[in-house]
């Protein structure tokens, strides 16, 4: 969960736009929003996948989508970056963590060492590679190969 510190979001709240109360339903509080919206450029998940102490996804969806349309957000990290502190966050390969599917461990049961390629670029796919390697370069069927490797059928 993301939580700002007051410190922090007496940083952030004067770059929000006032919440508007003419008529209807009042707004949502924007504190939860940008916790909801750093949570989700944190972790890279989906939108759906916001937990829901953040509130609904869609609620958080669509002001996202508002303030990015209209520039609110270019203008907050705009403001934020020029009032930056010695606070930073470098991610390196160091403290990412990968599946092991990831980094090539081996698999239960396969071969190692396997072969990339099966077949040279140069070598005739397999329904023609007794002809192929007998020096006729041309296109030859399956019947041609059987025949010029000397295997004859009966009539």
Same mark, same amino acid.
């Given at each position: 969960? !993301?939580?700002?510190?007051?410190?922090?979001?007496?940083? !952030?709240?004067?770059? =929000?736009?006032r919440a508007f109360s003419g008529g209807?339903?009042?707004?949502?509080?924007?504190?939860?929003?940008?916790?909801?919206?750093?949570?989700?450029?944190?972790?890279?998940?989906?939108?759906?996948? =916001?937990?829901?102490?953040? $509130?609904?996804?869609? %609620?958080?969806?669509?002001? &996202? %989508?508002?303030?990015?349309?209209?520039? !609110?957000?270019?203008?907050? &990290?705009?403001? =934020?970056?020029? @009032?930056?502190?010695?606070?930073?966050? =470098?991610?390196?390969?160091?403290?990412?963590?990968?599946?092991?599917?990831?980094? $090539?461990?081996?698999?239960?049961? #396969?071969?190692?060492?396997?072969?990339? #390629?099966?077949?040279? !670029?140069?070598? #005739?796919?397999?329904?023609?590679?007794?002809?192929?390697? %007998?020096g006729s370069r041309r296109a030859v069927? $399956?019947?041609?190969?059987? @025949?010029?490797? $000397?295997?004859?059928?009966?009539?």
């Open positions: 969960m !993301v939580r700002l510190t007051d410190a922090q979001w007496r940083r !952030v709240e004067p770059l =929000l736009p209807g339903r009042p707004p949502k509080p924007h504190r939860p929003m940008v916790e909801a919206m750093l949570w989700i450029l944190r972790t890279g998940a989906p939108w759906r996948d =916001l937990p829901s102490a953040y $509130g609904p996804w869609m %609620s958080v969806y669509t002001r &996202f %989508s508002r303030w990015s349309q209209s520039g !609110v957000l270019a203008r907050l &990290f705009e403001a =934020l970056a020029r @009032d930056r502190d010695s606070e930073g966050y =470098l991610v390196d390969a160091t403290i990412v963590r990968a599946h092991q599917d990831a980094a $090539g461990a081996a698999k239960k049961g #396969a071969p190692r060492n396997r072969a990339l #390629a099966r077949r040279s !670029v140069d070598e #005739a796919p397999r329904c023609c590679r007794r002809a192929w390697e %007998s069927t $399956g019947a041609d190969a059987r @025949d010029e490797a $000397g295997v004859h059928t009966a009539q």
